[in-house]
T-cell receptor, first 112, second 113 residues
């Protein structure tokens, strides 16, 4: 069974810092990996989708990388802002049915 | 193009009652997924449906839970005879095809008294 781990569980940084969130998964035979953010009491907002044949995706200040062989993905946030404060979730799917396995998330607090 | 819609946003039920959660996918999306987020836990897959078909229900509890996605109308997650352990946030996601990006709704927060 696929296990997804996210480290750290919580992170507090001053505004303007660049930061890296980590995601690891036990079964490297993944199909897709998707990063989300979740604001308190809200739904999930999709950030980036990396397909298994890709190594990274970029959107604005966000960059996500994927190393399937080592079972790792990182989400890089450049020049963090208070509005980036949220819980960031990593999810992986095993096949093209996209049944996602989620990590427990990293709760990010960006201080003004 | 409106996002994924879920209603109600909040639902309170007493033990033994039925809960019906509705999900309207984004326009053009025929693939629907339901996930559950228990308090202080991560999201767990429950069921994957296409129009009129259940494709994967491996995450659904064996009893009291059922899901459907009819030809017309929203997808419904039905929980019969709710218990306190069913209290959770239930999220629906949709995608245009099974191997592409999933878009999530705001969730339904079920509280069982």
């Amino acid at each position: 069974k696929q296990e997804v781990t996210q480290i750290p569980a919580a992170l507090s940084v001053p505004e303007g810092e660049n930061l890296v969130l980590n995601c690891s998964f036990t079964d490297s035979a993944i199909y897709n990996l998707q990063w989300f953010r979740q604001d308190p009491g809200k739904g999930l907002t999709s950030l980036l989708l990396i397909q298994s044949s890709q190594r990274e995706q970029t959107s604005g200040r966000l960059n996500a990388s994927l190393d399937k062989s080592s079972g790792r993905s990182t989400l890089y946030i450049a020049a963090s802002q208070p509005g980036d404060s949220a819980t960031y979730l990593c999810a992986v799917s095993k096949n093209n049915f996209n049944k996602f396995y989620f990590g427990s998330g990293t709760k990010l607090n960006v201080k003004p | 193009n409106a996002g994924v819609m879920q209603n109600p946003r909040h639902l309170v039920r007493r033990r033994g009652q039925e809960a019906r959660l509705r999900c309207s996918p984004m326009k053009g999306h025929s693939h629907v997924y339901w996930y559950r987020q228990l308090p202080e836990e991560g999201l767990k897959f429950m069921v994957y449906l296409q129009k009129e078909n259940i494709i994967d229900e491996s995450g659904m509890p064996k009893e009291r839970f059922s899901a459907e996605f009819p030809k017309e109308g929203p997808s419904i997650l039905r929980i019969q005879q709710v218990v306190r352990g069913d209290s959770a946030a239930y999220f629906c996601a949709s995608s245009p095809s099974p191997d592409t990006e999933q878009f999530f709704g705001p969730g339904t927060r079920l509280t069982v008294l």
